[in-house]
């Protein structure tokens, strides 16, 4: 077994959310951190939440502290910056865990579950080194039900009738978890514009780690087309959108 997996598994859970100009997106995304946290299973487990407030020009920092979040500014304007200037504050605030820190990440416009942090540190403590989750659309204004029906044709494409079974292909920053070894052995975030995740669990499969797909646990994320990532999940949606007319 490999040095990343302590036995008990992780004493500490790393929460890691960019956010650029997320003010009124990102109180709610933190009530729902702050409720997972709660959640029983994770009795005993120090769980820390770092917001990396990126070239921020609103309120989201004073948002994030509000919010008893610990906040890191940069300026990058860099996802993939961002998320590794936010575990590598994560991991030296939690370095007396050493490798037995499990790091989370979603986004600052994304609701997690109350027991998304249990789930997560449950296959932790299994043994994974990655858990790459899914995502489900919140409803917008602006995001048509034909969008939303090509989306999810896409996205569901091949699930099977179990979907427990369904070792999907997607990778998402919004709902990723890394044992803090197998991170650091990657190469941590690149420090990319957009599939900074992608890069980050392609890195990992190199590595021989142990990556679990699953669709048993998904979060909520939003589904305006006006996305932060210039060519993430938003322009992913925009231009399904364009197809429409």
Request: glycine fraction near 10%; charged fraction near 20%; hydrophobic fraction near 45%.
């Amino acid at each position: 077994m490999s040095g990343d997996r302590g036995r008990g598994g992780p004493s500490a859970c790393a929460v890691v959310v960019p956010a650029h100009n997320e003010a009124g997106h990102l109180p709610a995304t933190l009530r729902s951190v702050h409720t997972a946290a709660l959640h029983p299973d994770l009795a005993g487990v120090t769980v820390l939440t770092v917001v990396v407030a990126d070239d921020c020009t609103d309120g989201t920092a004073a948002a994030a502290r509000s919010s008893g979040a610990l906040v890191v500014e940069v300026t990058r304007r860099n996802v993939g910056a961002a998320r590794a200037a936010g575990v590598a504050e994560a991991l030296d605030r939690l370095r007396a865990h050493g490798d037995g820190v499990w790091i989370v990440t979603t986004d600052a416009d994304t609701l997690v579950p109350p027991h998304w942090l249990a789930h997560h540190l449950r296959h932790a403590r299994a043994g994974w080194e990655c858990l790459a989750g899914t995502v489900r659309l919140a409803p917008h204004a602006e995001l048509s039900p034909a969008t939303v029906a090509r989306h999810d044709a896409r996205y569901f494409d091949g699930r099977p009738a179990v979907p427990a079974l369904w070792s999907h292909p997607h990778v998402h920053g919004a709902n990723l978890g890394i044992a803090a070894g197998a991170y650091r052995r990657a190469g941590g975030f690149p420090p990319l514009p957009y599939s900074e995740d992608r890069a980050l669990v392609a890195a990992l499969e190199r590595d021989g780690r142990r990556i679990l797909r699953t669709d048993l646990c998904p979060v909520l994320t939003s589904g305006r087309p006006d996305a932060r990532a210039p060519h993430g999940f938003g322009a992913h949606l925009r231009a399904l959108a364009a197809t429409d007319n």
